[in-house]
């Protein structure tokens, strides 16, 4: 089978393997040809290789083919009717950062909490989603001209997003969904990025959910802390895993990939893999050699660390030099969910926050406070609809003790730690154009000698943080932190006003 994009000889050898695999799934790239699904036939492969490698450039390739045959996309923002003989796809994250990262590259993926739930839709909105769709006719709907849903048309033309699309038209995508349900229904083909990321409960919903599920992973990765150093894919089975070896990123030069695959030398040592930081970062200014932790940088993209003690550090230190005081956040202030305490009948409040984006791990900026006390307007950072307003439970953990400060609190609703630094294994799935690493913790892991999964410990952590650097990797070898160049900025945040999702706000 030939695309349009030239792959290399093994992942043209993964393209053919996931190819056969869809075929017997009765999805026939070749000829085109959709058969409807078959009952009690399931599979399940997976996709690995390093950075570099090719992963994402090979999901996105099988994307573009299966849209070509007429597989419908089930996206982030719409979920046509169901219908017996439809093929469908759904791509999914487990974080909104790393379902972004896919969206910037032109691939509708949503995040893995959002598939687990489906919309309600208004009625008269629907038709017009239907009709964007090419499922329906075009709709005639009271107080809406022709030329609004021309522009609506229009739009959906050339984004694919039907909130978009119903904005276009002067209409609010948030009254489009009145609220979510969990699914009950399963649906066809999934394709999973960071799939290092899942531990066995996830794979078991996934696979529960999709007939045909494809894991696309990185097993240098750190795998989730309560996997004891294990991947969903460890345990697959050998003919049902593609590796690829060729790192295709390397041709562009890129020195943070060089210096990431530099650790699979077992004979490195921290100190001679410091000398290269060094060295890498006097050729090219894509390394930067930091003497200290630049706080401009922390707001929107968070400090690496790998221990606790030093994240909790860094974060007053960040409070600190803003002159934040210890009752209220600033404007601008970033933030990590933690959770959302809910009690049982608050279950459509929990889905609600859930499918906007405010999963565990989620980053967030606070806007200002909400209408009433302990609520708080955010920005949540890589999701497909990102102001919100919700109850909020804000933690900001003190150095030495035992409980963390609360500047306020509702008595219930979503729960956040505060977001200046974060650890490598909770800024797995996440990726930021400027990445500072705090070389000083990993020097801790190495001394300590710890293994995991075969590996050095500090190596796997040093992997996962120089990988999640898009453009500039900062190596920060001082406890120091600079002064900021001003105050935290939230106008490049505010499109539009947050709006009010949750009526939790109004009748508390």
Same mark, same amino acid.
């Given at each position: ?20 695999? +869809? ?111 090419? @499922? ?65 409960? @996830? ?55 060089? +210096? ?28 930067? #050699? ?15 660390? #790998? ?43 929990? +889905? ?105 410990? #500090? ?10 650097? @898009?453009?500039?990797?900062? #190596? ?33």
């Amino acid at each position: 089978m030939t695309t349009a994009l030239t792959l290399s000889h093994d992942q043209a050898a993964a393209f053919d393997n996931i190819t056969e695999m +869809l075929r017997a799934a009765g999805v026939d790239l070749e000829d085109n040809l959709l058969t409807p699904p078959r009952d009690g036939k399931s599979s399940v492969a997976a996709v690995v290789g390093k950075a570099g490698s090719g992963k994402t450039l090979l999901l996105a390739e099988l994307v573009k083919e299966l849209d070509s045959a007429g597989v419908t996309i089930v996206s982030g923002d719409y979920e046509g009717k169901k219908h017996k003989d439809r093929r469908t796809l759904a791509i999914l994250a487990p974080t909104n950062k790393a379902a972004s990262v896919l969206r910037m590259r032109g691939v509708p993926a949503t995040t893995i909490h959002r598939i687990l739930y489906t919309p309600v839709y208004d009625p008269e909105y629907e038709r017009i989603a239907e009709w964007l769709a090419g @499922q329906g006719e075009r709709p005639e709907i009271e107080g809406l001209t022709d030329e609004a849903l021309n522009r609506a048309h229009a739009f959906y033309q050339s984004h694919k997003s039907i909130p978009g699309a119903l904005a276009a038209a002067g209409l609010r995508g948030s009254d489009f969904i009145t609220g979510w349900k969990r699914r009950d229904e399963p649906l066809d083909i999934g394709f999973v990025d960071e799939g290092s990321m899942l531990d066995d409960r @996830q794979f078991e919903d996934l696979k529960e959910i999709f007939s045909t599920l494809l894991l696309f992973g990185d097993p240098a990765q750190l795998a989730p802390v309560n996997q004891s150093g294990a991947m969903v894919f460890d345990t697959m089975p050998v003919d049902s895993k593609f590796e690829l070896q060729r790192i295709h990123r390397q041709d562009a030069d890129n020195p943070i990939l060089d +210096l990431a695959h530099a650790l699979a030398d077992p004979m490195l040592d921290f100190q001679s893999f410091e000398q290269m930081i060094e060295e890498a970062a006097k050729r090219d200014d894509r390394v930067v #050699w930091s003497q200290r932790v630049e706080v401009d940088l922390m707001a929107r993209s968070p400090v690496l660390v #790998w221990r606790n003690a030093t994240r909790i550090r860094l974060i007053n230190a960040f409070r600190a030099v803003y002159d934040a005081p210890d009752d209220m956040l600033l404007e601008g202030e970033p933030l990590i969910c933690d959770g959302i305490e809910l009690p049982l009948k608050h279950r459509k409040k929990r +889905l609600d926050l859930e499918a906007r984006g405010l999963i565990k791990g989620a980053q967030v900026i606070y806007l200002e406070p909400g209408r009433k006390p302990g609520f708080s307007r955010l920005h949540v950072i890589g999701a497909e609809d990102p102001q919100v307003s919700a109850a909020s439970i804000v933690k900001i953990e003190k150095p030495d003790e035992e409980e963390p400060f609360i500047p306020f609190a509702a008595r219930m609703g979503a729960t956040f730690l505060h977001g200046a630094a974060v650890t490598i294994h909770k800024a797995q799935g996440s990726q930021w154009e400027d990445v500072q690493v705090f070389a000083p913790d990993l020097y801790v892991a190495s001394k300590m000698g710890r293994i995991e999964a075969g590996q050095p410990l #500090w190596k796997r952590l040093a992997y996962v943080a120089i990988t999640r650097a @898009q453009e500039r990797l900062h #190596w920060v070898v001082r406890n120091r932190l600079s002064r900021p160049s001003g105050p935290l900025r939230v106008d490049d945040l505010r499109v539009a006003p947050a709006p009010l999702t949750l009526t939790q706000e109004e009748t508390t």
